[in-house]
């Protein structure tokens, strides 16, 4: 029995070292992809009620050299453990803030939503930075949102509200990201200077078929008007969650398989109508 105790744990052991090593790896080859040319934005285009293009969220994407094109959720949690996310954070702030100074982009009032991780969020220097970048780019910061969520929130409050309300007089927009999942969602709505909350695709899926989710994204909706809050519904995949939405709340935005995957920039601003010449 010892010996088989003993051969567990070893074997325990060896598994947690690989996990270790893989990880330190992924960090390697990112720290090397945000210095090189590795990183991609990828955009979810966002409609209103009638099908109107209002804008986009920026997903990120890593074109991996041997693993091909790999999703966030591959090397986004290992970024966030170091300051690695910051400097990704910041790659994609840039890229975005140059996408948004597009003439196309401008004329037609197309707005970006940019995911914020905590940390990058935390940094001291993040709302100075971000009007420089908006500055030396000349993007117009009322086309841009900022989406963050709970937790980063909660990680220091009155930091996160205080550099909110900076934002805010920059004229950048803030989001609440995947609405609903957190466990005091509600509570911070009243404190929190931000422009519109995101309903977690989890209640969207689900709120035609189930009376619960149904009853949670009504309530979702009537507070958010009454904080006068824009809405926008994620991961709406078909024609009955999107018309039990909008039954419900005629100027929501929605955003999905239904409207659009994520895709390439180049191939979203390829389908955007040009603008007038001048
Ligand atoms: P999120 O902010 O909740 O982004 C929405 C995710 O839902 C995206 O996954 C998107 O592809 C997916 N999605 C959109 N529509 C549908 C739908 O109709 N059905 C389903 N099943 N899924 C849908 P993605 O691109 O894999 O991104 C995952 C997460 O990675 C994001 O979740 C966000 O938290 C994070 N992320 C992405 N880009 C960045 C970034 O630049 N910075 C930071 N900090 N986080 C990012
Ligand atoms: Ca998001
Ligand atoms: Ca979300
Ligand atoms: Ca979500």
Known sequence: AKQAGGGRSAFFEQGM????????????TLRHAIAGDELRLFLQSQVDAQGQLTGAEVLVRWQHPRDGLLAPGAFIPIA????????????VLAQS???????????????????????????????????????????????????VTEGLVIDDFDDAV?????????????????????????????????????????????AP?????????QAI?????????????????????????????????YQGYLYGRPEPQEDWLARLSPGPLV
């Open 80 to 91: 966030e453990e170091s300051d690695l996310i910051v400097g990704l954070g910041n790659w």
């Open 221 to 253: 909706l009537s507070v958010a008007s009454h904080f006068g809050l824009r809405v926008v519904a994620e991961g709406v995949e078909t024609r009955a969650q999107a018309d039990f939405l909008r039954q419900r709340a005629p100027d929501i935005l």
């Open 209 to 217: 078929t189930s009376a619960d989710d149904g009853v949670l994204v």
């Open 162 to 206: 205080g550099k909110m309300r900076e934002l805010a007089a920059l004229g950048v927009e803030m989001s609440l990201d995947d609405f609903g999942t957190g466990y005091s969602s509600l509570a911070y709505l009243k404190r929190l200077p931000i422009h519109e909350i995101k309903i977690d695709r989890s209640f969207v899926h689900d």
């Open 17 to 28: 070292g690989e996990a270790a090593e893989q990880r330190f790896q992924v960090e390697r």
């Open 97 to 147: 803030c140059a996408l948004l100074a597009l003439p196309v982009m401008r004329e037609q009032r197309l707005r970006l939503s940019v995911n914020l991780s905590a940390r990058q969020f935390r940094q001291a220097h993040f709302v100075p930075q971000l009007r420089a970048l908006l500055e030396s780019t000349r993007a117009d910061p009322r086309l841009l949102t900022l989406e």
